[in-house]
């Protein structure tokens, strides 16, 4: 069992959570993730590691409440424990020094960025973040995007904050700039992810992306978080979840992530409407606390 130590709202359904895990904490590296089980019944969610406390033995997610688990997840309270949390996984992004990085990311995908801007500084690099969402009540964790970046630019979709449109807009400013970037890493929804991908191929500019596509068992074994990189079968969880963005088929992604929409949207009906005994015995533990 994992105890969630503090919980915050950061934005409409996005929620920040610091559990006490010390192995994974000590362990992890920027740009893996974590897979969770809310009870023993329960359906395996994979996050990315936003960041954790090596000393305080705890790491800290951040998540959408958009799905059934996700909203389960989101009514927990510091002093309820998770029941499985396995990690870390995934390959850790590749750190050096390479110059000049360009962190972007949009929406939720700020969260697992942040990690990676974090590490390209202590690595020596200049980093430019970028950051977008659709508008300013959806914008997340820019304060603490801006102590790991040297220059933070921010977007949001309808111009209620910052600069009005998209961050695929705000790498066009810094590019016209003339500054030489020698790597971009972006992180956010797929279709961000594409346009991105797609304009910094222009620029003949190497870009990873971080992918998040259904999984399972995360090690590699179910083979459904599979994804075309450069026309070859890739795993996320073992292979990924970062790749090359020029090489990746975002279209085929897409088309994966929406299989099980049908069955998700009724899980979610069903939960909203009719709390099952795990909700009880979620309720009841509150009610222990």
């Not at 709202?9 to 000590?26: F, G, H």
């Not at 110059?99 to 390209?120: D, E, R």
């Not at 659709?134 to 801006?146: D, V």
């Not at 259904?214 to 599979?226: E, F, H, N, Q, S």
């Amino acid at each position: 069992m994992f105890k969630i130590l503090a919980k915050e709202v950061l934005s409409d359904c996005v929620y920040k959570m610091v559990i006490d895990a010390p192995r994974i904490a000590r362990a992890r590296k920027a740009g893996q993730f974590v897979v969770l089980r809310i009870d023993e019944n329960g359906e395996r969610v994979p996050l990315t590691i936003c960041d954790a406390d090596a000393v305080a033995g705890s790491l800290t997610i951040v998540f959408q409440a958009v799905g059934k688990s996700t909203m389960q997840l989101g009514q927990m309270e510091p002093g309820q424990s998770i029941h499985d949390l396995v990690g870390p996984l995934g390959k850790a992004t590749h750190i050096e020094k390479y110059g000049t990085v360009v962190c972007v990311g949009g929406g939720i995908g700020i969260a697992p960025v942040y990690p990676i801007a974090q590490a390209m500084r202590l690595a020596g690099n200049k980093v430019i973040s970028l950051i977008g969402a659709r508008t300013k009540n959806l914008l997340i964790l820019e304060k603490e995007m801006a102590k790991v970046s040297d220059e933070l630019l921010v977007a949001t979709d309808d111009g209620s904050y910052s600069i009005k449109g998209f961050t695929s807009d705000l790498l066009k400013q810094v590019m016209a700039r003339g500054i030489k970037v020698d790597l971009a890493v972006a992180i956010g929804p797929v279709p961000m992810m594409k346009a991105m991908a797609n304009l910094t191929k222009t620029y003949n500019l190497k870009t990873m992306v971080s992918l998040n596509p259904i999984m399972l068992d995360a090690t590699g074994m179910c083979g459904v978080c599979r994804v075309t990189v450069g026309g070859k079968t890739q795993f996320a969880c073992v292979d990924g979840p970062e790749f090359d963005g020029h090489l990746v088929d975002f279209d085929e992604l897409q088309k994966r992530l929406r299989t099980y929409n049908v069955q998700e949207k009724t899980a979610v009906e069903k939960f909203q409407h009719s709390p099952s005994c795990i909700d009880l015995a979620m309720a009841a533990q509150k009610q222990v606390k």
